[in-house]
């Protein structure tokens, strides 16, 4: 049995965490499965997965080997798809998920550039802040901003994230600008809810300094983009996705409160079913959008670097 074989055999046992879910996703007969995994481990000399009566699940040293082996599968199905679809045009549909205020704000207004290069492919978007089941429902993939839950899905890291405070230099002006994290209780506040934390339970961090905030104001809403066209009016000072706030910050219709403050990273992810045969257009999109996302914050990140210096 060569060496390949046995890799894909484990990946794909370690995975699915069943040896006949293995079999039947390579279509291969269990006892073969069984076989490439035994003469793995055995030139190993290490037990990749520990084997009850009910379950399968890898051991410390097959956790450490199957993100080694998966990402080098990946990347030889990566090289045969980028050999195969040279020349190649994109067509079909492509389903996506991504969050609203995200989606809207980002990535609508830059669709034009990926459909003009991709004539023949068709999307079909769904902008929704819920956690869509992307095998059952069938997506695509889905884009998604801060922590991941732990799953059998594939992420991508597109782009760096947090959450920062902004607020409209006429708020700014008439209220002044709180310099410690302890003044934001004597300030307007805007409440997002369905967020990573409680609603108005603002953690924030500057370095190893940790400080929390119980954020009260004249609005909450489930909607960042009505919460920033709130803040952009005056009401009051918000806590966002900084890749949401970027243009307005760019433009100066908010500015950063506290720039030496923020959240703890949440970052943009492309998640997708596998890491094997990812279709040509999924590739296109997840590249398309890293490569979007790269220049979108530049000046608003350097910013934030420069001010978290400080």
């Known amino acids: 049995m060569d060496r390949f074989t046995e890799i894909v055999a484990f990946v794909e046992v370690a995975r699915r965490r ?31 997965l520990q084997r009850t009566t009910r379950s399968v699940a890898p051991t410390e040293a097959g956790r450490t080997y199957f993100q080694r082996c998966e990402t080098l599968l990946g990347e030889f199905d990566g090289a045969d798809a980028a050999v195969r679809d040279l020349g190649s045009t994109l067509t079909g549909t492509l389903r996506v998920s991504l969050p609203s205020g995200f989606g809207l704000t980002h990535i609508a207004p830059v669709l034009d550039r990926f459909l003009g290069a991709h004539p023949q492919l068709r999307l079909d978007l769904d902008l929704s802040n819920r956690f869509v089941d992307l095998v059952e429902e069938g997506f695509d993939l889905a884009l998604r901003i801060g922590e991941l839950a732990d799953s059998q899905l594939i992420a991508r890291r ?11 230099p006429d708020y700014l002006a008439r209220h002044g600008r709180p310099r410690r994290p ?12 369905g967020g990573t934390f409680p609603p108005g339970r603002w953690e924030l961090v500057r370095g190893d300094a940790r400080a929390s905030h119980d954020a009260d104001g004249p609005l909450r809403s489930n909607n960042a983009l009505a919460l920033l066209a709130a803040c952009r009016g005056g009401v009051g000072i918000l ?25 703890a990273a949440r970052d943009v992810y ?22 979007y996302l790269s220049t979108a914050m530049p000046e608003t990140g350097r910013k934030a670097r420069a001010a978290d210096r400080r």
Do not use: M
Request: glycine share 2%.
């Open 18 to 48: 069943s040896f006949a879910a293995a079999a039947r996703e390579l279509d291969w007969h269990v006892s073969a499965v069984s076989r490439a995994v035994a003469a793995l481990e055995k030139r190993l000399g290490v037990r990749l």
């Open 158 to 168: 597109l782009a760096p994230n947090r959450q920062v405070l902004v607020a409209s």
């Open 182 to 193: 302890q003044q934001l209780a004597a300030h307007e506040c805007l409440i997002h809810v």
């Open 239 to 263: 806590l966002v996705a900084e890749v949401l706030a970027a243009d307005d910050l760019r433009r100066g219709s908010l500015e950063r409160v506290l720039p030496g403050w923020s959240t």
């Open 270 to 291: 492309a998640v997708y079913p596998s890491a094997r045969f990812v279709p040509a257009k999924v590739r296109a999109f997840v590249d398309f959008v890293a490569a």
